[in-house]
């Protein structure tokens, strides 16, 4: 293969039910800045159709469609139906109408299924894997194959066999959904992982304390790991908006919080340090503003939050905008001061802190998961104890009490995303991966 030729990629993803999702976000991201780059990726969703708030790039094509998925588990026998009988199911249209009236994504409820689904050819989903490998083979000839996780890696037999192409997995999380898988599942799909990891040629991460942490929880070897730089397309967050964005001192300080409206992602943590923050000095008329999708499964979370506030005496002091699109996004960015996302979990990658960053808008993280690695190389940010409502809301102070100083920590952030981490930097080092799995 010449050094620098384009490659082939089938890059293999997992829609979310209709929700936007970081990680699918992601993959298409990437494969769009492959695609830049001159090769021939295909983006394939699994379960349901991907959405993203930038171009969609994913191909037309759906495996491991989620109804026949769940019915195949679900129904006995329904596996052996021809495919003519099961394949309409697997129609976007279909699949998102289904996804419109709510899916079953939470871990707790689907722990038979994913413990199926990794079985691969030996789970009730046999076909699904089979009809994966044999379009792969036939119609897209993969130099590479990439997972986007490894829940979906019961495929991976039967691709090894109909494919000679290396398997790359990328970890975004998977652990945070086996964790939350009941017993004896959690513990049986752990142990299947751990077999399939043999299988992968390598693992990508987007920082060392997750190469570290997800080496030990599949027990799979240091080398096998490759941390490659997290990335966004930074077209719509230009530089410049963010050099020229006036402070707006004669505005309230603002707080803000993108991302789901879930206990995991600690919006209770935050509105906690909001009501402190508040009785702060010079605080008294500060705001946070929320943006992020809210499940039915956590309205009443959501509506605890705002009760939270208005028995505060703040009910006019926070605003929740919704879910917002990629517009949406930038002008929620540009209207606060300071962001905080202040995690429950440990979070392995941190998109939306590259977003505040590419907007010049400092973050307040918890010191754990990859947010400590994150801070320390591009700047922009300030670290706290993780579940510490009392410390998220001194340094949240410290930052809205000199928001000249804060916009200045910001824009060191914005440099370095600008720099070292848009979406065509982490493209060229994932690339830079595949040709030396390639050359071995």
Known sequence: MTPNA????????????????????????????????????????????????????SDEHLFYGGINVYLEQAIPGYRFLPGFVTRWLDRPAIINWATSRGIETSAKNLGALTLSMLRGEHGNQRHEAERLA????????????????????????????????????TLQGDDIFLDDLPEPYRSQSLAEIRKLAEQVDAFVV????????????????????????????????????????PLMLDC???????????PEKGLHLLVDAFIQLRQSPGMENARLKIAGYLGAQHTKYADDQFAKLGAAGLGDAYEYVGEVDR?????????????????IYREPKGLFVLEALASGVPVVQPSHGAF??????TGGGHLVAPNDAAALAGKLTEVLANRA???QLGMEGCLAVHQRYHADAAAAATIDEYRLLLSR
């Open 6 to 57: 384009p490659l082939t990629i089938a890059s293999i993803t997992a829609g979310s039910a209709g929700m936007f999702c970081g990680s699918c976000m992601r993959d298409n991201t990437i494969a769009r800045a492959m695609h830049r780059g001159g090769h021939d990726v295909h983006l394939i969703p699994t379960y349901t159709p991907i959405r993203t708030d930038e171009e969609n790039v």
């Open 134 to 169: 044999a379009w792969l083979a036939d119609s897209v000839k993969p130099q590479v194959i990439n997972l986007s996780n490894i829940l979906i890696g019961g495929c991976i037999g039967a691709i090894r066999r109909k494919v000679n192409a290396p398997i790359v997995v």
């Open 206 to 245: 987007f920082s060392r304390y997750y190469a570290d942490y997800m080496g030990e929880y599949f027990q799979t070897p240091a080398e096998k790991f490759r941390i490659v730089p997290l990335g966004i397309d930074v077209t719509d967050f230009p530089l410049e908006l963010a050099q020229n964005r």
């Open 252 to 262: 309230p300080p603002t707080v803000g919080y993108l991302a789901r409206l879930a």
């Open 327 to 343: 517009h949406g996004k930038v002008e929620f960015l540009h209207s606060i001061d300071v962001l905080s996302t202040p995690t």
């Open 372 to 377: 400590p690695e994150l801070l320390a190389a």
């Open 405 to 407: 100083a804060g916009r």
